[in-house]
């Protein structure tokens, strides 16, 4: 007599001798391991159907939920994590697009009013530091309260405050007047580069010379575009980190397969709710503690997701929850933003 197998997506009974259920084509073989994670992603991440819909609501109403039921097998019954992950990135960044290319415009034309100021403001400067020094001076010296200041300890005040004066005018306003200059006739790269105080040659040292020169030539326009162009490779790198760290503090309840589904739901439903705030602040401007309270909530909603996948005890998920979302905040994501920035210049 053959036994039967129940299949973990729709439930349905059949011979084990069949290797796909033959009510919903699912699988047999019960192995989620990295690369099956991964595997048909790329080529079909845009093929949203009914599945989409079905996923959507358990995503943003019940944390951790969805991630639950794709790791115990109902994989063919809701959208794949990372084909849903990709998608909402997608819808997300380019909703963003509208919101970075006007803060580009403003960041490039404030930029290109610093670049374009006259040295004249520097002298401005330096006339309001000697009247500064001028009324300390008179303060010591008439102040009966103070102790009395020899007159060659004020001398020496005066030579500093010259010294700095001198100093200050023949440095960056000099030098600045110099490569403009260079820039006006067009003058070799390695002439300029070796002004700006380039020693070696060749690598990434003269690569970053040269798109501080680009930069400055360019008055920093489109910067923000290209740091902004970085961003999504950068967020898509991360969640093997975020991964890792549910990894560390929860060593033996799943696989590290298993982490990556829950980074990616994770990340999809923040993805998501920054989407809906978008689209409601080109309505109506957001008050700034609303928006605070807004990313409190994503704290909120990584604390009952971990109760819900894995299953912890709400002390273990509210200290798990505010321990992670720290490490990740102010060590993790300072550090992808530093090499967002350094990227972004190579790459101007």
Request: aromatic share 18%; net charge positive.
């Amino acid at each position: 007599m053959s036994t039967t197998n129940q299949c973990k997506n729709c439930d349905e009974s059949f011979d084990e001798s069949f290797d796909y259920c033959p009510y919903c084509g699912q699988e047999t073989a019960d192995k989620l391991t990295f690369g099956v994670l991964f595997s048909n992603t790329i080529g079909n991440y845009f093929a949203v159907d009914a599945r989409f819909f079905k996923s959507f609501i358990p995503l943003m109403t019940k944390p951790g939920v969805l991630a639950r039921l794709f790791v115990d097998g109902k994989r063919l019954s809701y959208l794949h994590p990372a084909q849903f992950y990709l998608f909402i990135s997608v819808v997300f960044f380019f909703a963003f697009s509208f919101t970075i290319r006007k803060a580009d415009d403003d960041l490039s034309r404030t930029l290109k009013k610093q670049f374009n100021r006259e040295t004249a403001l520097d002298s401005l400067d330096f006339k309001k530091d000697s009247i500064g020094v001028e009324i300390a001076k008179k303060a010591l010296t008439e102040n009966p309260g103070l102790p009395k200041i020899a007159k060659k300890d004020l001398k020496i005040l005066d030579s500093l405050m010259s010294a700095e004066q001198m100093s200050s005018k023949s440095s960056f306003s000099f030098k600045r007047k110099q490569l403009d200059s260079l820039i006006a006739r067009d003058a070799p790269l390695e002439e300029k580069l070796k002004f700006m105080g380039l020693d070696e040659e060749g690598g990434i040292t003269k690569k970053f010379f040269a798109q501080i020169l680009k930069l400055y030539e360019q008055k920093g326009g489109g910067i923000l575009k290209t740091l902004y162009d970085t961003i999504p490779i950068t967020m898509f790198l991360m969640l093997p980190l975020f991964a890792f760290l549910l990894k560390v503090f929860y060593w033996k309840r799943a696989t590290f397969a298993h982490h990556m589904v829950f980074s990616f739901y994770f990340f999809t439903f923040v993805f998501t709710s920054l989407c809906f705030l978008i689209l409601i602040n080109l309505v109506v401007q957001i008050p700034i503690w609303l928006q605070v309270l807004f990313f409190l909530s994503f704290i909120i909603y990584l604390i009952v997701a971990f109760r819900n996948f894995y299953k912890s005890s709400w002390i273990g998920a509210i200290l798990r929850g505010f321990v992670i979302s720290y490490v990740y905040m102010m060590i993790i994501v300072p550090f992808a933003f530093t090499g967002i920035i350094l990227v972004s210049i190579l790459l101007y």
